[in-house]
């Protein structure tokens, strides 16, 4: 019996068009113009209401017409806010403007003061709305393209490319053994990179046990799985790429506290290495989904200044407008998980 990861394997492998018939094609047209429609419904209305932010973008964030979509519900939400600040100024200049005219008689400045509230709640629903279009639009655009491809291509799927697993679960142990031979096997350097090993066999354990069939074993074997250059910095690719039963791709980061637990797991540079691995991603294979990208840190641990975990969700403290705020972190479109795992020292 075929399993379900020869048949992911398969819809990589192809490049073949599934839908032979005129019918078929007739159908994928209005498929592909409905999925435009809602990416537009979409975008607009998470601009305006981002809290609405669901399952359904993590389920069609990979579809380039939803993409599409998505990007002109923010110019569509972008223009929207633009006017209501416009008119909302227009409304409190001319309630301010009655206010004084009609100054002599209550009714006057209560019909100047009410005009003007009014004003002032439109320009301001008008920017907010505004300002997260912008956001929504940097985002979308940056999901649409990094595929490197758009909606014109064809729409009954993506030529796909093999990849074969690189390395095993020994591998782990690489970084922990060259530091046992530079600092002795006791020392504090070699006795943590042997715990952080631990940890990527732990998370590599996990990963299986969940379904998953992992295609790359630690950050080195990430490089050489996705071709993506060494240099200098040797913590730019994640620790695990896996892919699911469903041929979708996982990425994730395992990260620990310091030696000495004076600050918690280094997220910042976890979130890096996960941008940097999907970006390798998509341009070695332009049509691969993303099923999750996490980061696994062991339980009890914290996290660094400036990151929250809200469920399993980590949000980050950024500046916008003068303000303090928390937004969630994403990467190719979707919310950066947490994964805690058991773990006793």
Same mark, same amino acid.
């Given at each position: 019996?075929?399993?379900?990861?020869?048949?992911?394997?398969?819809?990589?492998?192809?490049?073949?068009?599934?839908?032979?018939?005129?019918?078929?094609?007739?159908?994928?047209?209005? @498929?592909?113009?409905?999925?435009?429609?809602?990416?537009?419904?979409?975008?607009?209305?998470?601009?305006?209401?981002? *809290?609405?932010?669901?399952?359904?973008?993590?389920?069609?964030?990979?579809? /380039?017409?939803?993409?599409?979509? !998505?990007?002109?519900?923010?110019?569509?939400?972008?223009?929207?806010?633009?006017?209501?600040?416009?008119?909302?100024?227009?409304?409190?200049?001319?309630?301010?403007?009655?206010?004084?005219?009609?100054?002599?008689?209550?009714?006057?400045?209560?019909?100047?003061?009410?005009?003007?509230?009014?004003?002032?709640?439109? &320009?301001?629903?008008?920017?907010?709305?505004?300002?997260?279009?912008?956001?929504?639009? !940097?985002?979308?655009?940056?999901?649409?393209?990094?595929?490197? +491809?758009? /909606?014109?291509?064809?729409?009954?799927?993506?030529?796909?490319?093999?990849?074969? /697993?690189?390395?095993?679960?020994?591998?782990?142990?690489?970084?922990?053994?060259?530091?046992?031979?530079?600092?002795?096997?006791?020392? /504090?350097?070699?006795?943590?990179?042997?715990?952080?090993?631990?940890?990527?066999?732990?998370?590599?354990?996990?990963?299986?046990?969940?379904?998953?069939?992992?295609?790359?074993?630690?950050?080195?074997?990430?490089?050489?799985?996705?071709?993506?250059?060494?240099?200098?910095?040797?913590?730019?690719?994640?620790?695990?790429?896996?892919?699911? +039963?469903?041929?979708? *791709?996982?990425?994730?980061?395992?990260?620990?506290?310091?030696?000495?637990?004076?600050?918690? &797991?280094?997220?910042?540079?976890?979130?890096?290495?996960?941008?940097?691995?999907?970006?390798?991603?998509? !341009?070695?294979?332009?049509? &691969?989904?993303?099923?999750?990208?996490?980061?696994?840190?062991?339980?009890?641990?914290?996290?660094?200044?400036?990151?929250?975990?809200?469920?399993?969700?980590?949000?980050?403290?950024? @500046?916008?407008?003068?303000?303090?705020?928390?937004?969630?972190?994403?990467?190719?479109?979707?919310?950066?998980?947490?994964?805690?795992?058991?773990?006793?020292?």
């Amino acid at each position: 019996m075929t399993s379900k990861f020869a048949r992911a394997a398969v819809r990589l492998e192809s490049a073949s068009d599934p839908c032979q018939s005129s019918n078929c094609h007739a159908g994928q047209v209005f @498929y592909n113009v409905g999925e435009l429609g809602r990416g537009l419904s979409y975008g607009f209305d998470t601009s305006n209401l981002p *809290f609405l932010e669901s399952k359904a973008y993590e389920e069609q964030h990979d579809n /380039p017409f939803f993409q599409t979509g !998505q990007v002109l519900g923010d110019l569509g939400a972008m223009a929207q806010g633009i006017f209501e600040s416009w008119d909302g100024g227009l409304k409190v200049e001319a309630g301010l403007a009655l206010a004084v005219l009609g100054s002599e008689s209550g009714v006057g400045i209560l019909a100047g003061g009410a005009l003007a509230g009014l004003g002032v709640a439109e &320009a301001g629903h008008g920017i907010f709305v505004a300002n997260q279009a912008n956001e929504n639009l !940097q985002q979308d655009l940056g999901v649409l393209f990094s595929r490197g +491809e758009g /909606p014109a291509s064809s729409p009954l799927g993506y030529p796909g490319r093999k990849l074969e /697993p690189v390395g095993e679960k020994t591998d782990l142990y690489a970084a922990a053994r060259d530091t046992a031979k530079r600092q002795g096997k006791n020392s /504090p350097e070699a006795i943590q990179a042997r715990k952080s090993a631990e940890i990527e066999e732990r998370v590599s354990e996990l990963l299986t046990q969940k379904g998953d069939k992992i295609m790359s074993y630690g950050d080195g074997n990430t490089r050489k799985l996705l071709d993506m250059p060494r240099g200098v910095d040797r913590t730019q690719a994640c620790d695990f790429v896996s892919l699911t +039963e469903g041929g979708k *791709f996982n990425l994730t980061e395992v990260k620990a506290s310091d030696p000495e637990g004076k600050k918690g &797991a280094e997220v910042g540079e976890a979130i890096n290495q996960l941008r940097n691995t999907y970006s390798s991603l998509m !341009q070695k294979i332009p049509d &691969a989904k993303l099923g999750e990208a996490s980061v696994a840190i062991p339980e009890g641990t914290g996290l660094e200044v400036g990151y929250t975990v809200k469920g399993n969700q980590l949000w980050e403290e950024a @500046y916008e407008n003068g303000k303090m705020i928390q937004k969630p972190v994403k990467v190719g479109g979707q919310v950066v998980t947490v994964k805690r795992v058991p773990w006793s020292s």
